[in-house]
Every structure is written in C-alpha cells, then in structure tokens.
C-alpha cells in the first residue's frame, strides 16, 4: 500500500467517523511530517497505520473512536475522562465478518463487545 493510499483511506476513516476537527489537524500533521521525513516511502504493511506514534497520540485517537461509544452506555456514560482514557488504551477494535460466532453458550468471558456497526443475535 502507497502512502497516499494510507494518507487518503484514513481521511476517510476519520470522515465517516466524524473525528474532532483538532484531532483530524493533528493526525494529518502527523502524516505530513512521516512523508517528509521517510521521504515519501512506503509505510510498513505489517503494522498498524500509526504504529510509530508516541503512545499519547495514540491514546488520543482511540479515546476520540470510542468516546461517542462510551458516553451513550449508561454503565460508563457519566465515567471520568481519566477512566475513559484508561478504557480507550485497553480497548481493541475488531471487525468481525457476517455470520462470525464470537462466543458460545455458556462460555465464560472477561471481554466487553460493543457493536458500534451493524448488529448481533443472541440465542
């Protein structure tokens, strides 16, 4: 994948995703700034999109993805934003296909699933 491929599919992640107009100025910094200084080589396939970030960059990405999602569960809609930072690095996103089983009647889990696309049946 080009770099511009990278550049471009993620404004349109952040896009569709409605990011915060400071944190899409800072993620767009962020990319100006590795192409000019990997002069415009290719990002590594084999990590993440910002795999090179500092960590409070980061944090600052995955608080901005699940903040909307966070504050409509009443369980954790009136956490602190230290508690929803703290909640934004544990998190992990996944994008499960159609059909997929994610647990099994009566398996026992510590994982917390919100589904912030499409939906789920429970039998």
């Not at 800072?26 to 080589?41: A, F, I, P």
């Not at 910002?50 to 960590?55: F, L, N, Q, R, V």
């Not at 944090?59 to 930072?85: E, T």
């Not at 703290?86 to 997929?100: D, L, N, S, T, V």
Request: hydrophobic share 40%; aromatic share 14%.
């Amino acid at each position: 994948m080009s770099f511009k491929q990278t550049y471009y599919g993620l404004l349109t992640f952040m896009k569709q995703r409605k990011f915060p107009k400071p944190l899409w100025n800072r993620v767009c910094d962020y990319y100006k700034l590795q192409w000019h200084s990997h002069e415009g080589t290719l990002i590594p396939t084999d990590r993440p999109v910002i795999w090179d970030a500092p960590k409070v960059f980061t944090v600052a990405v995955s608080h901005a993805q699940i903040h909307k999602y966070v504050s409509r569960i009443p369980l954790f809609m009136h956490a602190s934003i230290d508690v929803q930072n703290e909640m934004a690095i544990a998190f992990k996103q996944y994008i499960i296909p159609p059909g997929e089983v994610l647990l099994y009647p009566g398996e026992l889990v510590q994982d917390l699933y919100i589904i912030s696309e499409g939906h789920c049946e429970v039998s």
